[in-house]
């Protein structure tokens, strides 16, 4: 056990002594102003510090504490969720089967959580004006038994639930499709697609995936092969159409799958629920089309067929350290710690969270994981929601797999893969932690502290000025609330960070495995990264909802945009060519799908023309592209049709709406051409003139993976954010009120004061083995991942 310890008087005798030893800065002598002289000689020092008094550093989670008011966007209780399950069992018209016994040709349930209750209701509530919302439970089906299998939203409440007045219904009010909530299933022969169709075709060709690869995909045990291909199937022509691939497996336990791609392709028709009826369609190798199985097979053992290389696990592809030690990385690198424990609070039923005079509630769901609510700071509302709506990875690629593939991860879920954090790696030892439930096959998962929290300082400071007789710094802490996805071959870290000075920061980072390509013949579509492996280009675009309620709903979004003049003035005897600032608002729906200008030029700012501030400028908040933010690269997506109208600009402003919710459906790649929702047909023209606004943002990247993406992408380049900073919304900076900064006066190298403002210096030992968590006791968990289908 290593014990550090803190101790207040040497950092006390340095300041005390600093006249001996201590070195001023010295910024140039051009910069003295009188203003030095008045606050070297000003009274009011506080040079007392006060000391927490104790041996051990506190190490307890936040207090207990209770949010103002119920959440009422936290999930189903247990206990609704098992009611509401056993209620829908009860209903003899939905005939559903159990999920254990259920087959390809069965009902079952797939999803009962929270309705998020419509913003209408909840604001009386808030202003305690109404009680709470009635409580539903959306629940999806999946609807099996027909030719025609179809997924369903339904509507079941309200709860608790109770004979007779329990009801369910087609849930179709938050979609822009009306269709009673149905959309069809392109996934309900999952398993037969496996077993009855794509290993049948591994068997046929398994004398070929001997020769070249030594291994076969045939349903064996002893298979070394898988197959899969495009995600969503093509929908066109009115037939369903796939292309698959073959796959190396890894050969131990590191999932590299996606690094291993074989190169060869086959295209099938799947139209229909019979795979009997179902038709191979050809063989693409070495860019080379073959029709049939025949002709294939026929070309591959002639004399002269061009047999390619294998992609196939080592070193290359695993995580592990590898290599000689760095010099000194054997040694413990620095660790933070929070000797006064936590500086927020926590109510870890209602899920409701204060840091610093800033406060939000949290909600987790299926589709898109973790989200803010409420989120207010000096207790006014600045955002009434934020939240991730989708992730969109959109490739593209000589081969038709690569071309053919473009997720839309909340099918997935980001929610179901919400692992339990790594602490001391994905959030700070000390940080506090929450736990996630979900539902799955008639039971609730739950992810033992897959939400963190903690408090940070950054490697910079909030803010600093120096001059010859002073220097004055800030310290900046900010606060993060985090969870980590793992959709199948990649890792999303989702950040939201709040900052004294009144800003939140949107951050998203990715790290995990890339889908690769093979090489051969994707030279425009990647870099050819290891033997026989294309780093296969994609864009990642990750749509947001930001829910804006500046000073209350009625806002506006206003443009400042720098522009290039020429320009008269009174005193100028020539035109001057120069800069000025032209504002304008984005007056309608009409006009309200952005692109970002080139060279950063124009502010977004959402304001509340309602409320000027004293000089009679609007306050709002500015949405700060920070972070490298995108739109999508491919325009009218093949794959996507209208599935994610959202990815074609940066910015997108709504007039909020109970029936607009959301920007997609998680079921929208089921039918591309008619989604359950289309948001482009969110615009309709509507006036956004002090309206209650949303704001739909998109952070992502364009990833054209290279050498450093092996074994794994890496968080340090792979991200995108954004910052929402209050513009002209507070009278000055409101970081200053921080006791944490200082002010050292000095003249000539001798300092004669430091002011602490009362900063409290820990004066406490801070055991060190219990910084260092038991990593023994991690959970983690494990679902069926992304890939392979079906396995
Ligand atoms: C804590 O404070 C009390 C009085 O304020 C003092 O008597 C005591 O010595 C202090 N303990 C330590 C460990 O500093
Ligand atoms: C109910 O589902 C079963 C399969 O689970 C199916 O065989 C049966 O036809 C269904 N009944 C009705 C009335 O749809
Ligand atoms: C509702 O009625 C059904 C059938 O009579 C019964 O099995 C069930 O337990 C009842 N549920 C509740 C919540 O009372
Ligand atoms: C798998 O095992 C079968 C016998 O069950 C054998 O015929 C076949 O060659 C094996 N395949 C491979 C790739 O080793
Ligand atoms: C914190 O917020 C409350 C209102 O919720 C306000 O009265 C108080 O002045 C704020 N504190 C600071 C230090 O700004
Ligand atoms: C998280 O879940 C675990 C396991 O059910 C439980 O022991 C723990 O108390 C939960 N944590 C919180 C903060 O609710
Ligand atoms: C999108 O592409 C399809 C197929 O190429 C074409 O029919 C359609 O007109 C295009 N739509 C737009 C808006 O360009
Ligand atoms: C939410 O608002 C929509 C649109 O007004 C309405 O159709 C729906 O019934 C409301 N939902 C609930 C649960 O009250
Ligand atoms: C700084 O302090 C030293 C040591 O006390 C003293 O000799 C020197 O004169 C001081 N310099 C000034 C500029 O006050
Ligand atoms: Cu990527």
Redesign the pocket.
């Given at each position: 056990m290593s014990i550090i310890s803190i101790l207040s008087f040497v950092l006390c005798s340095l300041l005390l002594f600093a006249a001996d030893g201590l070195a001023a800065p010295q910024p140039k002598a051009a910069w003295v102003r009188g203003a030095r002289q008045r606050l070297s000689k000003s009274a009011k020092w506080n040079s007392k510090r006060q000391y927490a008094n104790g041996s051990a550093c506190i190490e307890t989670s936040p207090k207990d504490f209770k949010a103002p008011r119920e959440n009422v966007w936290s999930g189903l209780t247990d206990g609704e969720a098992a009611s509401v399950t056993k209620w829908l069992f009860h209903q003899k018209e939905l005939?559903l089967?159990r999920s254990e016994d259920a087959g390809d040709?069965?009902?079952s349930v797939l999803v009962v959580e929270l309705m998020v209750p419509n913003k209408t209701d909840v604001l009386p509530f808030m202003e305690g004006k109404a009680s709470a919302p009635a409580r539903y439970a959306h629940v999806v089906l999946d609807l099996r038994?027909t030719e025609e299998p179809t997924y369903n939203d339904i509507l079941v409440g309200p709860l608790p639930v109770a004979n007779g007045t329990t009801t369910w219904q087609p849930l179709e009010y938050p979609y822009t499709r009306k269709t009673g909530g149905s959309i069809r299933n392109l996934d309900a022969d999952s398993s037969a697609t496996e077993t009855d169709w794509l290993l049948k075709i591994g068997a046929s060709v398994a004398d070929i995936t001997l020769d070249l690869w030594g291994g076969t995909a045939m349903g064996k045990d002893n298979d070394t092969l898988d197959i899969w291909g495009i995600d969503p199937i093509w929908q066109y022509d009115n037939k369903l159409t796939r292309w698959d691939t073959f796959w190396n497996y890894p050969t131990d336990e590191f999932d590299a799958e996606t690094l291993l791609p074989l190169g060869l392709f086959f295209k099938s028709d799947v139209t229909g629920r019979d795979p009997s009826k179902w038709k191979l369609e050809g063989w693409l190798y070495n860019d080379i089309f073959y029709p049939t199985t025949k002709a294939f097979r026929a070309a591959y053992w002639s004399p002269g067929f061009v047999k390619l290389g294998a992609n196939v696990e080592g070193d290359w592809a695993r995580t592990d350290k590898m290599g000689p030690v760095l010099p000194m990385d054997e040694a413990s690198p620095p660790i933070a710690i929070a000797p006064a424990g936590a500086r927020y609070s926590v109510d870890q039923e209602a899920k409701y969270v204060e840091w610093m005079n800033f406060s939000f509630y949290i909600s987790f769901s299926r589709d898109t994981g973790l989200r803010l609510f409420d989120i207010r700071h000096n207790g006014q509302r600045i955002l009434y929601e934020l939240g991730l709506e989708e992730a969109l990875a959109h490739y593209a690629g000589n081969d038709p797999v690569q071309s053919g593939t473009a997720y839309l991860d909340s099918y997935y879920g980001f929610g179901p893969y919400a692992f339990e954090l790594v602490p001391g790696y994905d959030c700070p030892a000390y940080a506090t932690y929450m736990n996630t439930s979900f539902y799955v096959s008639e039971t609730t998962h739950t992810h033992i502290n897959s939400v963190c929290f903690f408090e940070f300082d950054a490697d910079y400071p909030m803010q600093r000025h120096s001059q010859t007789s002073y220097v004055a710094v800030t310290k900046n802490v900010y606060f993060t609330v985090r969870s980590v996805s793992t959709v199948g071959n990649y890792d999303y870290m989702f950040s939201y960070e709040f900052y004294l000075d009144g800003s939140i920061r949107v951050e998203v980072r990715a790290s995990g495995y890339i889908q690769s390509a093979y090489y051969k013949h994707n030279e425009d579509y990647g870099y050819q990264i290891h033997d026989h492996v294309s780093g296969s280009m994609h864009d990642h675009v990750l749509n947001y909802k930001a829910d804006f309620d500046i000073l209350g709903c009625d806002n506006t979004m206003e443009m400042t945009t720098n522009i290039p003049v020429t320009e008269n003035y009174v005193w100028s005897d020539h035109p001057r060519n120069t800069m000025k600032l032209q504002r304008s608002f984005v007056e309608s729906e009409d006009d309200s799908k952005i692109l970002y200008t080139d060279n950063g030029r124009t502010q977004y700012r959402v304001i509340n023309t309602d409320s000027p501030n004293k000089y009679g400028e609007y306050r709002g908040y500015r949405i700060l592209p920070a972070d490298g933010t995108i739109h999508l690269t491919v325009e009218n997506s093949s794959n996507l049709v209208d599935a994610a109208n959202w990815a074609k600009y940066d910015l997108m402003v709504t007039k909020q709406k109970d029936t607009e919710p959301r920007s997609a459906h998680p079921y929208n790649g089921q039918d591309v051409y008619n989604p359950v929702i289309n948001f482009d047909k969110f615009f309709d023209g509507e006036s956004l003139m002090q309206e209650d606004l949303v704001v739909w943002f998109n952070l992502g990247m364009h990833h054209v993976p290279h050498t450093g993406d092996l074994p794994n992408t890496v968080f340090t380049t792979a991200h995108s954010g954004v910052q929402f900073m209050p513009l002209n919304y507070f009278d000055t900076d409101i970081s200053h009120k921080t006791v944490n900064m200082v002010r050292i006066n000095y003249d000539a190298g001798n300092v004669s004061q430091v002011k602490t403002f009362g900063q409290q210096q820990p004066v406490c030992s801070v055991d060190l083995s219990k910084q260092e968590p038991d990593l023994f006791s991690y959970t983690g968990d494990v679902v069926i991942r992304k890939f392979p289908y079906g396995e």
């Open positions: 005939n089967t040709w069965d009902n038994t």
